[in-house]
C-alpha cells in the first residue's frame, strides 16, 4: 500500500529548530507534488508549504515565509520540512501529503486533493 511516514518532531524552545522528514513506501514521489499540513488544537487544518514533483517550484503560506524550507530528495524517496526561528503558535500536528502530479507543477492548497497522508507528527514550540 501507498503509505507516508514521517519523523522529526519534537518539542524545542522558541527560537530553536526542527527538521522533519517524510519517507515514502509503496510508490515513488517523483511524479507527486508533496505538501506539509499542520493542524493545532481547535483549529482546522492548514497548509504550510508545498513543492511540485518536477520543476521544484516551492510555496509557502505566509505565517512561515522566511523561516521554513520545504526540499525534496527522489533518490531518497524523502520530503523535508527545515523550520528555524520556531514560535509558539507553530505548534501543531505536522502532515505530509502526495498529490499524482502529471503536469510538473501541481501543488494544491486544499487536503481534499491529497492522495496519500502521513500519520502526522507532533511539533510543540514552548518555553
Known amino acids: 500500500q501507498l503509505q507516508l511516514v514521517e519523523s522529526g518532531g519534537g518539542l524545542v524552545q522558541p527560537g530553536g529548530s526542527l527538521r522533519l522528514s517524510c519517507a515514502a513506501s509503496?510508490?515513488?514521489?517523483?511524479?507527486?507534488?508533496m505538501s506539509w499540513f499542520r493542524q493545532a488544537p481547535g483549529k482546522e487544518r492548514e497548509g504550510v508549504s508545498c513543492?511540485?514533483?518536477?520543476?521544484?517550484?516551492?510555496y509557502y503560506e505566509d505565517p512561515v515565509k522566511g523561516r521554513f524550507t520545504i526540499s525534496r530528495d527522489n533518490a531518497k524517496n524523502t520530503v523535508y520540512l527545515q523550520m528555524n526561528s520556531l514560535k509558539p503558535e507553530d505548534t501543531a500536528i505536522y502532515y505530509c501529503?502526495?498529490?499524482?502530479?502529471?503536469?510538473?507543477?501541481?501543488?494544491?492548497?486544499?487536503?481534499?486533493?491529497?492522495?496519500?497522508w502521513g500519520q502526522g507528527t507532533q511539533v510543540t514550540v514552548s518555553s
Open positions: 501529503a502526495a498529490v499524482l502530479d502529471y503536469s510538473g507543477s501541481y501543488c494544491p492548497s486544499d487536503a481534499g486533493l491529497y492522495d496519500v
Open positions: 509503496g510508490f515513488t514521489l517523483d511524479r507527486y507534488g
Open positions: 513543492v511540485t514533483s518536477t520543476d521544484g517550484s516551492t
